[in-house]
């Protein structure tokens, strides 16, 4: 077949055609993968068989969020045909080699994110239409290049995510037919919503009948947006489209069947719904970070619950609220911490967050190397570190003795000392949030609704904070821990014979001061 032809033999459009899968790093899974589902007479792969390979079987337990557009179950049914028809062009006998290796380069090949949004966008329009149903895209087409215009609705937008959700959910779990919940990322819809909409800034976020409106995002607006906010969106496809070639060609001859674990997911998923960090938030962090960070906030959404716990650093909840408690838990940890904050405010109540690259000290002033603050719910934002200033984060705990001039206790993000952008207080119970203005160290933008120019205090209803380090830096940190532990107990420890004198005992010498203040005690020459 062409996967096995020996450079001599290959055409110079094969040379081509496997040189630029290569760059990939994906050409040994490439190579299995027509293996198993070519013919080996025609040395092609059927459509139908292509179209199998990304077929989603997929079963919903629930909905997360309160509203589910009707389209979207079609829009699924007809994404293995979009797949195969918009990237793979195959003929009418089937797909040979060459065009196989093409086909995988136009979807997952080495592009700008831009573009790579641009096939995204194009693969939803193209499921949507098959489904019966229309969206505003208008797209043009030339030699492969796509122009997009027009514009999506919100509940369009919200189908967008969920298809990128639903792809990479099943990157994950190749298992056959999985039971799990459709997310609410209505957050990442009302960010879009506000950013690209006409009077975006003024609607109302909290108002449930945004997602049902018809406010038109502009496809160039909401392009932008993407690539500011969410730049690992186009990523879900690419994973799908992998993963599928790789995982599931091969195992298309064995029968599937059902896993233990299938349960224990669908519970993991229940339960995460009641920390902070719900899978539906973790997805939408996950879609602004890269490498071991970006794997270790997914197990909140992929992983059963005893591997999610592993990462959760401190609960306030759980430990007790206090900057006391909040830093017995987190010292030790030398990777990235993301801390989440929910706070209300007016009959409203939001979650922000941080994330610092760096293990936490107990210093009077500012430190760190890099970091982002985090807009969550209701409406998600994420604002990278400026360049300007390394004020990320501050951590300052009592200090035994005397201070002439006592630095603040508790924990900062960003300004300045006296006027941080984001500081909550030594007790846990009260956040206060500052205008973009007093800070250089994170990009400017609001981290709540409406938020003014003048400092805001909120009362705060909990805190959560995950370790995205993997599992190494755990390890470190618990050894560490138990370091501590161990000479915490030797110190409580009394040696009752030190003190078996009572004539050398330093109680004595007290009462005889007490007893006779105006002794003179002299040295012995």
Partial sequence: MGASSSSEQASPEQREAESLAASTGALTVLEKAFSNLSDPQTQTIPISSLQECFELSIDYKTCEASFKPENFPGLLNHLNHSIVEQFFSPEENGLNWIAFLNGYTKCCGRMTTSNSLN????????????????????????????????????????????????????????KGKVKFDLLDVNNLVLSA????????????????????????LPIGKLHVWVLKTVPNLPDCLVQFVLSRLSKFAPQQDKKSEPTSSSTSENQQVAESHTYLLTPGRAWSISLTLRSTMHEEILKACFANDDEVKENLLYRSSLHGKGLNRFWSNVEGYNGPILVLISATLEDHSWIIGAL?????????????????LYAISPVFDHFTSSGKEKNFVYSHLHVAGYEAKPKPVGLAFGGSMGNERVFIDEDFSKLTVRHHAYDKTYHPGSLFPNQGYLPTEAQILGIEVWGLGGKRVKEVQNSFQKREQLFTEQRRKVDLKTFSNWEDSPEKMMMDMVSNPSAVRREQK
């Fill in 356 to 372: 610092t690259h760096q293990a936490y000290e107990n210093k009077d002033t500012f430190y760190g190397t890099s970091g982002s």
């Fill in 119 to 174: 096939n995204l966008l194009t693969l939803f329009n193209s499921a949507i239409v098959k489904s019966g149903a229309t969206t505003g895209l208008q797209i043009e087409s030339a030699d492969g290049d796509y122009k997009i215009n027009g514009y999506l609705l919100p509940a369009d937008l919200l189908m967008l995510f969920w298809m990128c959700w639903v792809m990479s959910w099943n990157s994950r779990n190749l």
């Fill in 193 to 216: 919503v506000s950013s690209c909409g006409d009077g975006g800034s003024e609607l109302n976020v909290w108002d449930d009948n945004l997602l049902r409106s018809s406010i038109q």
